[in-house]
């Protein structure tokens, strides 16, 4: 065999190795993204169809759409009711009230709290209006289930209220209107808990932004104060239904920030200390304005008055402090827009804290429906208004303007009393449009929120559930310690097993269908049981069932483990 023969067999030789290792590469290669794709992308993707993700995307879209309507008709209906008695919907009561005949000042708000007491009495299950706190508390406790009747009429009181000038909030209800639609929607479909509890800050971030032309706030909103975590996959159906909210709003309403700003700017960084002691003095405020809003309450719990004269009488009262100050009628933005625009006296700011202060006290006191961030912001304004005034007057080479400070103070306190820092942050950014006082803005809420939450140690929102007897500041274990204990550790009778098994030993430790996980465990530490007797509320020595120590610590454990899971995922 000559030379030439040699080399093309030796060629086509290596021509066949190389052929037959790239096969083997290639075969190596499919089989790595072959299995690759079985052992990380397939389970991804059955979870995500087995949470049945898509479906609370495209609910997420419908209660979006939904929530930025009723936020829609829920403005609307305000301004048609103040319209009644104004001959305005505007939401700068101020100027028409202040022109307006004394009387109606006067006599409007209580009119209108003659129509609020009796639908409170008649036709709403508990007697008063529900608000953020409910929502938080149908999230921790309730399956997020909202019963639509009362939101609706929550809704409805909460509409009348502001109409006829009750100095409260819109936030509140417009809140409680979207986690109503939500839940609604959603129990339309059987879906986990985890995607019900993103359905329902999905409604919240919707009614924040649909409410306040706000959208990232309002994601920020419901995760931090409804979700009370920052989960992936909650990120996305919040996400899209705080937009939709936003897109309904802004098609209506236009796209136009909540309140107007003049141009502001900070001097120089030696102002600094002033913005850290603008945060103490908000801390005050918010301290005062809560504290204000608590004993009011307590004080109207220990007056016996027919539940219909509540409002009533509360809305005279807030009659007359409008004949002196108009600017506490409504939501009050049109006077926050004036603190601003450093349009107010330094007096007349001083003097609004105290009677702002005092007008919602007793308007939420009196079974008025409302929030209180509006009100929150209405301080803010004018406590910020004020210390920029006096800032100028002793520093008026270093002093920013007024209207810098009166932002920076509406956030400082809002975020105080709500207990929710970066969003409220974000609010105020996106209300206000300005973005320029970041640094500013963060460190005066910062303050002003850990001072507060030093001295009261919980929100506004919390206060009202600890004066329900449910604590949601300790973490997970204080949400599933009340969860029922029939529903998680309960075994039935066996069949040999008589339901009257304890009539003859009273002394026998029993517990209740109702009673909680916390009342269960408690219970087997004091007595030593490892089975305790479940016995029917209404028949109290009939024996329905044995609660079991391991098991009753077993369902508390895994409702502990299921809400750190939902929290990161």
């Given at each position: 065999m000559d030379d030439a023969h040699i080399r093309d067999d030796g060629r086509r030789s290596r021509r066949r190795a190389l052929t037959a290792s790239l096969g083997a590469q290639l075969a190596r290669g499919r089989g790595f993204i072959v299995g690759g794709f079985r052992d990380r992308v397939l389970p991804n993707l059955a979870d995500f169809m087995a949470e049945r993700t898509l479906l609370v995307?495209?609910?997420?879209?419908?209660?979006?759409?939904?929530?930025?309507?009723?936020?829609?008709?829920?403005?609307?209906?305000?301004?048609?009711?103040?319209?009644?008695?104004?001959?305005?919907?505007?939401?700068?009561?101020?100027?028409?009230?202040?022109?307006?005949?004394?009387?109606?000042?006067?006599?409007?708000?209580?009119?209108?709290?003659?129509?609020?007491?009796?639908?409170?009495?008649?036709?709403?299950?508990?007697?008063?209006?529900?608000?953020?706190?409910?929502?938080?508390?149908?999230?921790?406790?309730?399956?997020?289930?909202?019963?639509?009747?009362?939101?609706?009429?929550?809704?409805?009181?909460?509409?009348?209220?502001?109409?006829?000038?009750?100095?409260?909030?819109?936030?509140?209800?417009?809140?409680?209107?979207?986690?109503?639609?939500?839940?609604?929607?959603?129990?339309?479909?059987?879906?986990?808990?985890?995607?019900?509890?993103?359905?329902?800050?999905?409604?919240?971030?919707a009614a924040v932004s649909a409410s306040f032309n706000a959208p990232i706030a309002g994601v920020l909103f419901a995760c931090e104060v409804i979700l009370a975590h920052f989960a992936m996959r909650a990120f996305v159906p919040i996400v899209i239904a705080s937009v939709m909210g936003t897109i309904v709003a802004r098609l209506h309403l236009g796209d136009f920030p909540a309140f107007t700003i003049p141009d502001h700017a900070i001097n120089s960084y030696l102002e600094f200390p002033a913005f850290a002691l603008l945060g103490l003095t908000c801390a005050l405020v918010a301290i005062i304005f809560q504290s204000s809003l608590i004993a009011t309450e307590r004080i109207a719990w220990r007056i016996a008055m027919p539940l219909w004269l509540r409002p009533v009488v509360g809305g005279l009262m807030v009659g007359a402090i409008a004949l002196a100050f108009p600017h506490v009628l409504g939501v009050g933005y049109g006077t926050t827009n004036l603190a601003l625009h450093q349009k107010l006296p330094l007096v007349l700011m001083l003097a609004l804290l105290v009677a702002k202060t005092a007008a919602t006290a007793i308007t939420l006191a009196s079974r008025f429906g409302g929030g209180v961030f509006s009100p929150s912001l209405y301080l803010g304004a004018m406590t910020g208004g004020a210390f920029g005034l006096m800032a100028a007057s002793v520093f008026p080479e270093l002093s920013s303007s007024g209207g810098l400070y009166a932002i920076l103070g509406m956030g400082a306190v809002a975020g105080a009393v709500l207990g929710a820092p970066i969003s409220t942050t974000v609010i105020v950014f996106e209300l206000t449009g300005g973005y320029e006082m970041t640094l500013a803005l963060l460190l005066t809420v910062s303050i002003a929120n850990g001072l507060t939450q030093a001295v009261n140690g919980q929100s506004f929102f919390h206060w009202q559930l600890t004066a329900r007897g449910l604590s949601l500041r300790e973490g997970h274990h204080e949400i599933a310690h009340p969860q029922r204990l029939h529903d998680l550790a309960v075994r039935p009778l066996a069949k040999d097993e008589s339901p009257r098994a304890i009539a003859e030993n009273d002394d026998a430790p029993r517990l209740g269908a109702s009673d909680s996980v916390e009342v269960a465990l408690r219970l087997f530490d004091r007595t030593g049981e490892h089975r305790i007797a479940v016995v029917d509320n209404a028949e109290p020595r009939r024996v329905i069932g044995w609660a079991d120590h391991v098991a009753a610590l077993s369902a508390f454990n895994e409702a502990l483990i299921a809400a750190h899971r939902e929290e990161h995922r």
């Open positions: 995307w495209l609910l997420a879209l419908v209660i979006g759409i939904g929530v930025g309507y009723a936020a829609l008709a829920f403005r609307l209906s305000i301004g048609a009711v103040q319209y009644l008695w104004l001959g305005t919907a505007s939401e700068d009561v101020y100027f028409t009230a202040h022109f307006g005949p004394w009387w109606l000042v006067l006599l409007a708000p209580a009119a209108g709290g003659l129509v609020v007491g009796l639908i409170l009495e008649r036709f709403v299950p508990g007697r008063r209006a529900h608000g953020v706190a409910d929502v938080i508390e149908a999230r921790a406790l309730r399956d997020c289930r909202i019963r639509p009747r009362i939101g609706f009429l929550s809704a409805l009181v909460a509409a009348l209220s502001l109409g006829a000038g009750a100095s409260a909030g819109r936030e509140g209800p417009v809140v409680h209107l979207g986690a109503t639609l939500a839940s609604l929607i959603e129990d339309r479909f059987k879906l986990p808990r985890p995607a019900r509890r993103t359905l329902l800050a999905a409604g919240t971030a």
